[in-house]
């Protein structure tokens, strides 16, 4: 069962300036993902996961709330493989959602976003693990 509980989301503020200051970008013209490896050691949870949209952009809160509730479910849906590549590899990371569109998506359109770019982390996750275990 896939669940999001409060173990995974990214709540300390020193994680969240570490990852803004250490962190690698992927994105597109909507979404952005901001990711950084984690110093702390957590198999049963190696993701922590924040999410974010601008005040700059959408200026009611319940905007910008439904926008990240429907990111938080996308993410909740599509988080399985990404969680099992990283137990696999014993690692952990930070991650930060960030909605960078100024027009609002429908939650099919946020949820295929997603899926893209936590593929594309898996890949340079991989790749990076690929890298470090040749000696």
Not at 14 to 28: A, P, R
Not at 33 to 53: E, H, M, R, T
Not at 92 to 101: G, H, V
Request: charged share 35%.
């Amino acid at each position: 069962m896939a669940t999001f509980g409060k173990e995974e989301r990214l709540k300390k503020q020193k994680d969240i300036e570490s990852l803004f200051k250490n962190g690698n970008v992927l994105g597109d013209k909507s979404i952005r993902l901001v990711f950084a490896i984690s110093d702390k050691n957590s198999l049963q949870y190696p993701l922590k996961i924040g999410f974010s949209v601008s005040k700059r952009n959408y200026k009611k809160a319940v905007d910008r709330n439904r926008i990240k509730r429907l990111m938080r479910e996308a993410y909740r849906k599509s988080k399985s493989s990404t969680n099992r590549l990283l137990v696999d590899y014993k690692l952990n990371y930070i991650l930060i959602f960030i909605f960078i569109s100024k027009e609002k998506h429908s939650f099919r359109v946020i949820e295929e976003k997603i899926k893209t770019l936590l593929i594309r982390f898996e890949r340079i996750i991989i790749k990076g693990n690929k890298n470090n275990n040749v000696e």
